[in-house]
Nanobody, 124 residues
């Protein structure tokens, strides 16, 4: 199994940027499709983006397309989420997750391992 720890969250003004990191330990992250999800207060956890094992394929939620970029460094066992042009509606706890299935899926049910989350707050 793999353990995931997110970092890089914080408070930023609208229009600003943040870079989230997800550090993996245990099994190598290259074994997994990796995804980012987020959960705002009072709302369900929602899919943000995912990346294939080789980083050859990515899939973004429409709400973040063109503003967020996912990347991975399998040699360093790291996954990143670069968030630009942040909006107040991006405020949420962001979770890194690992999936053992063969293709990118957007449902959280397909992700077996989760980090503890990192808070992102975007002020208007």
């Amino acid at each position: 199994q793999v353990q995931l720890v997110e970092s890089g969250g914080g408070l930023v003004q609208a229009g600003g940027s943040l870079r989230l990191s997800c550090a993996a330990s245990g099994r190598t992250v290259s074994s997994y499709i990796m995804g980012w999800f987020r959960q705002a207060p009072g709302k369900e956890r929602e899919f943000v983006v995912a990346i294939s094992r080789s980083a050859g394929t990515t899939y973004y939620a429409d709400s973040v397309k063109g503003r967020f970029t996912i990347s991975r460094d399998n040699a360093k066992n790291m996954v990143y989420l670069q968030m630009n042009s942040l909006k107040p509606e991006d405020t949420a706890v962001y979770y890194c997750a690992a999936s053992i299935i063969g293709a990118i899926r957007t449902s959280s049910n397909n992700y077996k391992y989760w980090g503890q989350g990192t808070q992102v707050t975007v002020s208007s």
